[in-house]
């Protein structure tokens, strides 16, 4: 069975660094061939904060755990259903 290839999007957070952390930016996975990535891959930072509507780290780790979801797996929930994808 071959291992499907990972690729990554970083998106960029003003206030990332808070609390001890060091990057400004979060990084989320996808599997190469996945509908999602191919639709976000050329889409930027800031372009992705607008379809999600999250503009700031702060909101996205309270997001994230109201909807007891980790931050990668928020963002990319809220990008499935706004392009209508359910793989």
Not at 53 to 82: P, V
């Amino acid at each position: 069975m071959e291992k499907k290839k990972r690729v990554y999007i970083s998106i960029y957070f003003e206030d990332g660094s808070v609390n001890g952390r060091k990057k400004r930016d979060l990084t989320i996975a996808f599997d190469s061939g996945s509908l999602l990535y191919s639709k976000c891959k050329q889409l930027g930072s800031e372009k992705i904060k607008e379809i999600v509507k999250i503009y700031s780290y702060k909101e996205l780790t309270e997001r994230a755990k109201k909807a007891d979801r980790t931050l990668s797996n928020l963002i990319k929930h809220i990008l499935k259903k706004k392009f209508g994808i359910s793989e």
